[in-house]
């Protein structure tokens, strides 16, 4: 398992950590039902295969994936880093509602807190940068929670350089998590030479972009899909955007089955290829999800399969064209 330096922080973060958001269960952005045993048990799974960090927040499923890491961190005797959210809310119809007033921000930590049943949380992050207005109250909030001890590092996540400039004037931002995955390359338009430039982390999420990377999607597996998974709404999964999509998969399987890997490694260490990014967080529902896909920390990509990637990219985004 290979290790990065998170921006100016002391942290050394696992390259690929696990991402919590499919574990919630139900709710607004959820993935359909989700067994709790199974979601415990991959994330102790994901610990004892040496990944040393867990992303989390409280939206996703309302407190519920919280609730779960702190359950798993009762059973295990792994100390792993705890990275966490704040700054969306939800309403009696369990729909997110965005909210960085400085009182609300307390009130999340303490909550975050109780429910990961822990002191302090290693890497506290604005979940989005909304209201906008509300984007510098909310950073002194956050900033109030370092100097209380109750945080230790303050990161952004789904911000664009302006806005990290904005907040980087009263406070380091430790990280940004944005999202990247072959399908999505904007960071690479301007974030990540900012990131690195200004030593800020950068923790990417939805590498395998919501499973379609994977390998293992097909139009069967959408028509499945729970009703209440979030995925049937998006864009990526629709017409020619999908098709193009599991064209490419049937040759990056080609590409991972000569290097005696996986579609999911991958997609994975395809983000790892870019020393901007410290760690790839990667979403698990069960224990043999995450045991698969950890291993992406320890390969790194030729020369060769990069620049057969991105031939199949390029061809890629000419159909979409």
């Known amino acids: 398992m290979q290790y990065r330096q998170l921006g100016n922080t002391e942290l050394k973060l696992t390259t690929v950590g696990l991402g919590t958001w ?11 039902p989700q067994d709790d045993g199974e979601a415990i048990a991959a994330i102790i799974a994901a610990l004892d ?23 798993a961190l009762k059973q295990t005797e792994h100390n792993p880093i705890i990275a966490t959210k704040c700054s969306l809310l939800w309403n009696e119809r369990r729909e ?14 303490e909550a975050s807190l109780k429910r ?40 952004v996540s789904n911000f664009n350089v302006e806005q990290i400039r904005r907040v980087k004037k009263m406070h380091p931002v430790a990280s940004l998590q944005p999202p990247y995955s072959m399908l999505h390359r904007e960071p690479e338009d301007e ?19 919501r499973g379609l990377l994977t390998g293992k999607f097909s139009q069967e597996r959408l028509s499945g899909l729970p009703i209440d998974d979030h995925r049937r709404r998006h864009p990526d999964f629709h017409g020619p955007q999908f098709a193009a999509t599991l064209e490419l998969v049937e040759a990056l399987k080609e590409i991972a089955g000569s290097n005696g890997r996986t579609c999911a490694q991958l997609a994975i260490s395809w983000v790892l290829r870019r020393n ?7 979403g698990a529902r069960k224990p043999a999800q995450i045991v698969e896909t950890a291993p992406a920390s320890d390969w790194d990509l030729s020369k060769e399969d990069i620049e057969q990637i ?11 064209k």
Request: hydrophobic content about 40%.
């Open 191 to 209: 974030l990540l030479a900012y990131c690195s430039e200004n030593k800020v982390g950068v923790v990417a999420y939805s590498p395998m972009q």
């Open 116 to 155: 990961l049943g822990i002191e302090t949380i290693d890497l506290y992050q604005m979940h989005w940068p909304e209201p906008e207005e509300d984007v510098e109250e909310g950073w002194g909030a956050m900033i109030e929670l370092v100097e209380a001890g109750k945080v230790r590092y303050i990161g």
């Open 49 to 71: 295969n040496g990944i040393n960090w867990i992303d989390t927040a409280p939206a996703y499923g309302l407190g519920h994936a919280e609730e779960l890491v702190g359950k």
């Open 22 to 32: 499919a574990m919630g269960g139900p709710w607004q952005f959820g993935w359909g």
């Open 276 to 282: 901007e990014v410290t760690s790839a967080i990667v």
């Open 310 to 320: 991105e031939q199949l990219l390029a061809k890629r985004d000419v159909k979409l």
């Open 96 to 109: 997110k509602v965005s909210c960085l007033k400085k009182d609300s921000i307390h009130r999340e930590c």
